[in-house]
Nanobody, 121 residues
Framework: QVQLVESGGGAAQPGGTLRLSCAAS????????MGWYRQPPGKQRELVAT???????EESDSVKGRFTISMDNAKNTVHLQMNSLKPEDTAVYYC???????????????WGQGTQVIVSS
């Protein structure tokens, strides 16, 4: 009963920009963290960036200075602003959310379906 809706994926040229968004809805008491992971073709899934409700950010060295993650707590939405895109950013990007559905339960981990990002000339 938790839904994650990802948007903003698509194609861009090297040096271009895209903004990914992920909105969580449903049975949510609180969100502990939201973030993005990606899986390039033929490679394993890897961290891009995550942000806790407190504002604490963890991000991959490969995107530092280029990507910015932010969270809108009121809307249960996370955004990933991707600037200076490189071909190696090409991947399926997955939204990840750690949230609590009930105070009687532990936090749960949810994954989005994935959205394609292609960076090429």
């Amino acid at each position: 009963q938790v839904q994650l809706v990802e948007s903003g994926g698509g194609a861009a040229q090297p040096g271009g920009t895209l903004r990914l968004s992920c909105a969580a809805s449903g049975d949510i008491v609180s969100i502990d963290a939201m973030g993005w992971y990606r899986q390039p073709p033929g490679k394993q899934r890897e961290l891009v960036a995550t942000i806790a409700s407190s504002g604490y950010v963890e991000e991959s060295d490969s995107v530092k200075g280029r990507f910015t993650i932010s969270m809108d707590n009121a809307k249960n939405t996370v955004h990933l602003q991707m600037n200076s895109l490189k071909p190696e950013d090409t991947a399926v990007y997955y939204c990840n959310v750690v949230l609590t559905r009930s105070w009687s339960e532990r936090a749960h981990n949810y994954w989005g379906q994935g959205t394609q990002v292609i960076v090429s000339s």
